[in-house]
């Protein structure tokens, strides 16, 4: 089946320690998300790609990064993790701007 | 910029009751307007959505959302609630030009009792 697909789904790093989030999809989708949804809290849009476009929300921290080397893949980085940044992370794909999103199963990030 | 209030926190329903999970949005055009289920742990998964056309809207799992503009509202409802519908429910808009680029509310969970 076609899907957006989240490596790992747990993943536990040190404060300060670089972590990379991995997300893949089969959907053949031109825009990819990242959104960041802290514990009890509504899921929020740090960036999205459009096709090789990076778009960075206003509010986002300058130390969350992303790369997406092919339209396949897309990662987030996260240059120096605080306590704070623990959350999960939801990667999603959708095929244009104007067409529904769809999620992966999500990240989970502990920060140790 | 727009916004959703979810106005409950937590439902409670028992088993083969109704439901109807109340969503209001704020934004100045026509909206796009979606409703996504989340099981603990997991992702999210596209219930239904609005984008024009017919104000009721048919979803997966049988649930169906009603947009009225008229009240900014676009609450989700089912008939018949069964235990595996137990979850926390997300309302969601996108602005046109940028559907899928999503504001969501804060969440309902839903519990069903046997």
């Known amino acids: 089946d076609a899907m957006v697909i989240q490596n790992p789904r747990y993943q536990v790093t040190q404060f300060g320690k670089p972590v990379t989030l991995s997300c893949s999809q089969t959907?053949?989708?031109?825009?990819m998300y990242w959104y960041q949804q802290k514990s009890s809290q509504a899921p929020k849009l740090l960036f999205h790609y459009y096709d090789k476009d990076f778009n960075n929300e206003a509010d986002t921290p300058d130390n969350f990064q992303s790369r997406r080397p092919n339209t396949s893949f897309c990662f987030l980085d996260i240059r120096s993790p605080g306590l704070g940044d623990a959350a999960m992370y939801l990667c999603a794909t959708s095929r244009a701007l104007v067409t529904e999103a769809f999620f992966g199963q999500g990240t989970r990030l502990t920060v140790v | 910029a727009q916004s959703v209030t979810q106005p409950d926190i937590h439902i409670t329903v028992s088993e083969g009751a109704s439901l109807e999970l109340r969503c209001n949005y704020s934004?100045?055009?026509?909206?796009?307007l979606f409703w996504y289920v989340q099981s603990p742990g997991q992702g999210l998964q596209l219930l239904l959505k609005?984008?024009?056309?017919?104000?009721l809207v048919q979803g997966i799992k049988g649930f169906e959302a009603e947009f009225k503009r008229s009240q900014s509202s676009f609450n989700l409802r089912k008939p018949s609630v069964h235990w595996s519908d137990a979850a926390e429910y997300f309302c969601?808009?996108?602005?046109?030009?940028?559907?899928?680029?999503?504001?969501f509310g804060t969440g309902t969970r839903l519990q069903v009792t046997l």
């Open positions: 609005y984008f024009s056309g017919d104000t």
């Open positions: 934004y100045g055009a026509t909206p796009y």
């Open positions: 969601a808009v996108g602005n046109t030009g940028t559907a899928s680029k999503l504001t």
């Open positions: 959907l053949n989708h031109n825009v």
